[in-house]
């Protein structure tokens, strides 16, 4: 029997079984390969299964070295099966997503990353690896009582602070870990402020315009004043262990669209203190409202890319006003003035490490002296967001393994992680 994982699939009840005979596979770009020992990890706490409906699980049959789509039940042939996916846990980046064989007509996948899992040794393994140590978001570290008592007191001392209100809300009803955290003191806490963005991203999480697609978020619909939002992070950041706050979340469009009042707010923040961090997680369209709020104290910002290159850029943010070098400005004002800058790079398998996209990065990382990748998965249908960018394979992809590997030997100064790291050392 072989020591490696061995493919899961579900019934139509949706209850998970084991397949012994085929081993887990994985996909890349669609190609289905077998998994490697380094690719896969025991699924970590905070991951969740999906069943993938109208798509049917494959496996790789070691005897013939050959890919099996599982069409019906193993064990009860008249019974129909569906494929399954990991969405892992965060710190955790994909190495291959789930592998499958998609029926006619089959319907979008919601806005999730689906990753290839499998079993071995009476466990679920998933094909990831974790790439930051940070635990902020580790599932074990939220204690959802205290939670839920401080973010109701805090809701209720702060009662006419609309932000306030909206936080306690993703806290408690989305279980924002960014809200969460907020409401436990520490770490990195959330300022959502924009309603409006200048992208219409394929897969937008908080405003959605494809009719099979639903947002997973409902956006902000007001934008706090200065004061409501410095009433939150201030005695954040003179409080919190590991002290962040960040503008750009989820639930929100593009903060700077609201520059104006988040110059404000960060002035007013560094009038309370000096302690702390301020990051802004951005589609970085507007470089000059970027130079505003560098020179207004803003310590760090972390720009969201589905790719280095224009093309596929373009047709996943479908930008209103803006340009790829737009983007590349903003970066280049941040490092000028010594400021971090982080890429909020979103992975897929077989897109990420294909040959032309890791040469882009590679450019990209030398002309403008970038500080830290967080290798996010990207939550999207795969086999929609590859059609929708008409993207072609070049050659044999390079493997997201190798390529963390890559970039850990050949731009050792470029920090890989998850999460944006507190800069302020003065506080720790
Ligand atoms: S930049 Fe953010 S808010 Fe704007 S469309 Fe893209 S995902 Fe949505």
């Known amino acids: 029997m072989s020591s490696r994982p061995v493919l899961v699939y579900a019934d139509a009840k949706g209850n998970i079984f084991d397949f012994p005979e085929l081993e887990m596979a994985g996909s890349s770009a669609g190609r289905w390969h077998r998994v490697s020992p380094r690719d896969w990890i025991p699924l970590p706490e905070g991951s969740e299964l999906f069943l993938l409906p109208e798509r049917l699980p494959v496996g790789y049959h070691s005897r013939s070295k050959t890919f099996r789509v599982l069409s019906h039940d193993p064990y009860e042939s008249a019974k129909p099966v569906q494929a399954v996916a990991a969405f892992a846990a965060p710190a955790h980046t994909q190495t291959y997503c789930a592998a499958y064989q998609k029926l006619p007509g089959a319907k979008l996948l919601p806005l999730f990353a689906y990753t290839a899992v499998g079993w071995q040794r009476d466990r679920f393994v998933v094909a990831a690896r974790r790439v930051d140590p940070d635990e902020r978001q580790d599932f074990r570290h939220f204690d959802l009582a205290r939670i839920d008592k401080n973010a109701r007191r805090r809701m209720a001392q702060q009662s006419t602070n609309r932000l306030m209100q909206h936080l306690g809300k993703c806290a408690l009803t989305y279980g924002c870990p960014a809200a969460r955290n907020l409401f436990l ?9 924009s309603p409006d963005c200048n992208a219409r991203c394929l897969g937008c999480i908080s405003r959605q315009d494809h009719p099979g697609l639903c947002a997973t978020q409902d956006r902000i619909t007001f934008v ?9 992070a201030g005695p954040h950041l003179q409080n919190a262990p590991g002290a962040l706050v960040s503008f750009g979340q989820g639930c ?3 903060p700077l669209l609201q520059a104006k009042t988040l110059q404000q707010a960060i002035v007013l923040m560094r009038e309370t203190t000096r302690r702390g961090t301020i990051n802004l997680n951005t589609n970085a369209s507007l470089p000059r409202a970027v130079e505003k709020l560098r020179r207004a104290g803003l310590d760090s910002m972390r720009v969201s890319l589905n ?22 400005q903003s970066v280049r004002i941040m490092k000028a003035s010594a400021g971090f800058v982080s890429l909020n790079y979103f992975v897929l398998p077989g897109f990420t490490d294909d040959l032309e996209e890791w040469n882009s990065l590679r450019r990209l990382i030398d002309a403008t002296g970038i500080d830290l990748i967080q290798l996010r998965n990207l939550n999207i249908d795969p086999e929609w967001y590859l059609s929708s960018l008409d993207f072609r394979p070049h050659g044999k992809p390079i493997g997201i ?15 890989l992680g998850y999460f944006n790291p507190p800069l302020n050392s003065a506080e720790h």
């Open 401 to 415: 393994s190798r390529l963390i590997e890559k970039l850990r030997t050949e731009f050792p100064r470029v920090r």
């Open 307 to 328: 790719s280095c290159q224009p093309q596929f850029y373009g047709a996943y943010y479908r930008p209103r006003g803006y340009t790829f070098d737009d983007v590349m």
């Open 252 to 254: 929100e469009g593009e």
């Open 224 to 232: 706090p004043t200065a004061e409501e939002i410095v009433a939150i």
């Open 185 to 193: 003191d520490r770490w990195e806490a959330p300022l959502p402020t």
